[in-house]
């Protein structure tokens, strides 16, 4: 069966008054459940509210419009975080956590999110456990596990379960009080992809990011890193491949580009135009190469290796340039001036 690495939509999983929740799925897209990675998108409208809940997955999250709060419970916190999100920030939230969304602006607050699947209910789809709501934890239990549990008499159990009919998100009647963010809390979970720093800066080209955990001390507790990549209008994102065996999942931000995909034995399994709000992998192993736009092109990615080391296969700094130019001229069997052609000079 051939692989399939054709970018395909996000598909809405639920829909309503307060926002979307829409997502790839494994099934539409084996590619991702192969490399364990999934991905979603969560659309607040004004007072809209995604309900308190678990994630099988660790993951980041872009914010690509507007600005909202996070409530957000880590593995052996007594109390929760709030937190300030907003457009360009990223979020990682490690395994085990517990967190609410909540748009308190006036405009739509929309983030993406790319994770690590690896040990999620589905590999290639990340899955969510809500506290409250028609589909909480709670409505799993019977009336009398939750008397007990709750310490309280029927009535009183059954108006705590059934209280909010709800799903997944709602509309707020008013807004929050007394809800307040602190950029302590933020601190090692969130960062603005303006402030960090730069993995490769070239004139007329653009630059890229490279998250760590020097940067996001929270990527200690994840098995991938993050990258943020700006390619200026026809600028070319060299081919290239990451050493490890890292598979890189990529959302397109901002603009367009063409991409094309080298598989093995030198089959080309992807050659396709993509734009803002594609969806593609690069599986681990093969190489990919990028030419943006008229507009130019933004990405946001996750690699799924805590310290990926990227190769470029052309170059001044390629792995064709690690060789000699004996071994390059009989190798692709070309005369000495030919060879000097393998490695142009300006990458990104």
């Known amino acids: 069966m051939a692989l399939d690495l054709s970018p395909k939509p996000s598909k809405k999983i639920t829909e309503a008054d307060g926002g979307f929740y829409a997502a790839w799925s494994g099934a539409d897209q084996p590619a991702l459940i192969d490399s364990k990675v999934g991905a979603g998108i969560l659309g607040l409208k004004p007072l809209g509210f995604a309900l308190p809940h678990r994630a099988d997955s660790p993951k980041s999250g872009y914010v690509l419009e507007g600005r909202g709060l996070v409530g957000l419970v880590l593995p052996g916190d007594t109390k929760e975080r ?100 602190s950029e302590t809390d933020a601190e090692g979970i969130v960062l603005n992809t303006e402030h960090a720093r730069l993995g490769t800066n070239i004139e007329k080209g653009g630059h890229a990011v490279a998250v760590r955990s020097a940067d996001l001390a929270v990527l200690e507790e994840v098995s991938f890193s993050i990258n943020f990549t700006k390619l200026e209008p026809n600028a070319i994102r060299m081919p290239g491949f990451f050493l490890e065996g890292s598979a890189q999942l990529i959302y397109i931000i901002k603009g367009s580009a063409h991409v094309e995909i080298s598989g093995t034995d030198g089959k080309g399994v992807l050659d396709t135009e993509v734009k803002e709000g594609c969806l593609f992998l690069v599986p681990k192993f093969f190489a990919a190469a990028m030419i943006a736009g008229g507009e130019g092109m933004e990405w946001f990615s996750i690699i799924t290796d805590k310290k990926p080391i990227f190769r470029q296969l052309t170059g001044a700094a390629s792995l064709l340039s690690t060789l000699s130019p004996q071994i390059l001229g009989a190798a692709f069997n070309v005369t000495p001036d030919h060879v000097k052609l393998l490695t142009p000079k300006e990458s990104i």
Request: proline share 5%; glycine share 12%; hydrophobic share 45%.
């Open 82 to 181: 709030v937190l300030l999100l907003k457009k360009g920030d990223v979020i990682t939230l490690p395994p085990g956590n517990l967190s609410w969304w909540y748009n308190d602006g006036d405009t739509d607050f929309s983030v993406v999110f790319l994770g690590d699947t690896s040990r999620a209910v589905h590999p290639g789809d990340m899955a969510y456990f809500f506290l409250a709501g028609g589909v909480g934890i709670f409505t799993g239990f019977s009336m009398e596990v939750l008397k007990k549990a709750w310490g309280v008499g029927e009535e009183e159990a059954r108006k705590l379960l059934k209280s909010q009919p709800g799903l997944l998100i709602i509309k707020l009647k008013e807004r929050l009080h007394g809800i307040k963010p």
